[in-house]
């Protein structure tokens, strides 16, 4: 089974449209939406579109939704899991050809990759200072090098899916999931993925903020 994992919150005017494209054309069998304590009608959306959607009480971040996600792919027995961003900014017709790129690899866990993909117009001060200082940390944490060090994008086996378990609430579950795919010794590779940037995403405090929850992480246990 190809299960997609679409962590939400307040995606009501986007998660339709995100749910019935990984249905038509992303090629899985299966979406499963966490409504990250939502205040309005993403759930519902997302149910009526097909989903199957567990719900958070209260927004926990979406490292805690994906993990929610990971959880319930291995209770159903998932074979492969997706991770697929909620506002639409991926595009589901790229899953197939990199789940069988995956496939073809023999690798266990695939990252989207922003910068191999040329036709990505990614914001100046994402590219130039956010994204860099991203690798920099990472670099310093332990974590597999890569061309895009903030993928949200991913494809993982059954083995990637028990091997990681994401503890990192909120956005520095993506450094954490580096860090534990060379931990666990788990081959990558790489995909270029097109990404549409409808809203800027992380800005500098938020980007500040992850690095602080990263080494909270490492030296606070």
Same mark, same amino acid.
């Not at 019935?20 to 090629?27: S, T």
């Not at 690798?135 to 332990?142: A, E, I, K, M």
């Given at each position: 089974?190809?299960?997609? @994992?679409?962590? $939400?919150?307040?995606? &009501?005017?986007? @998660?339709?449209?995100?749910?019935?494209?990984? *249905?038509?054309?992303?090629?899985?069998?299966?979406?499963?939406?966490?409504?990250?304590?939502?205040?309005?009608?993403?759930?519902?959306?997302?149910?009526?579109?097909?989903?199957?959607?567990?719900?958070?009480?209260?927004?926990?971040?979406?490292?805690?939704?994906? %993990?929610?996600?990971?959880? #319930?792919?291995?209770?159903?027995?998932?074979?492969?899991?997706?991770?697929?961003?909620?506002?639409?900014? *991926?595009?589901?017709?790229?899953?197939?050809?990199?789940? &069988?790129?995956?496939?073809?690899?023999?690798?266990?866990?695939?990252?989207?990759?922003?910068?191999?993909?040329?036709?990505?117009?990614?914001?100046?001060?994402?590219?130039?200072?956010?994204?860099?200082?991203?690798?920099?940390?990472?670099?310093? !944490?332990?974590? +597999?090098?890569? =061309?895009?060090? %903030? $993928?949200?994008?991913? +494809?993982?086996?059954?083995?990637? !899916?028990?091997? +990681? %378990? @994401?503890? %990192?609430?909120?956005?520095? /579950?993506? =450094?954490?999931?580096?860090?534990?795919?060379?931990? /666990?010794?788990?081959?990558?590779?790489?995909?270029?993925? #097109?990404? @549409? #940037? /409808?809203?800027?995403?992380?800005?500098?405090?938020?980007?500040?903020?992850? +690095?602080?929850?990263?080494?909270?992480?490492?030296?606070?246990?």
């Amino acid at each position: 089974m190809f299960l997609a @994992i679409v962590p $939400a919150f307040n995606e &009501e005017k986007n @998660i339709g449209s995100v749910v019935r494209d990984l *249905f038509n054309r992303g090629g899985v069998d299966q979406v499963v939406v966490i409504d990250d304590g939502s205040s309005d009608n993403t759930a519902e959306e997302a149910q009526k579109a097909g989903a199957e959607v567990l719900k958070h009480r209260l927004n926990c971040g979406q490292g805690t939704a994906l %993990q929610t996600g990971h959880e #319930y792919a291995k209770m159903v027995g998932a074979d492969f899991v997706v991770h697929f961003d909620a506002d639409g900014q *991926f595009l589901s017709t790229e899953i197939s050809e990199a789940w &069988e790129y995956l496939k073809d690899s023999k690798a266990n866990i695939l990252f989207g990759s922003r910068f191999l993909n040329k036709k990505s117009a990614i914001p100046f001060l994402k590219r130039v200072v956010l994204i860099p200082l991203g690798r920099l940390v990472n670099y310093f !944490l332990g974590a +597999i090098p890569l =061309t895009d060090p %903030q $993928a949200g994008f991913r +494809i993982l086996d059954r083995i990637a !899916l028990e091997k +990681i %378990q @994401i503890d %990192q609430p909120r956005m520095a /579950h993506a =450094t954490e999931i580096l860090v534990k795919t060379k931990k /666990h010794n788990l081959k990558y590779v790489e995909y270029p993925v #097109y990404v @549409i #940037y /409808h809203r800027f995403g992380q800005n500098f405090s938020g980007g500040l903020k992850i +690095i602080k929850d990263l080494l909270l992480g490492k030296f606070v246990k």
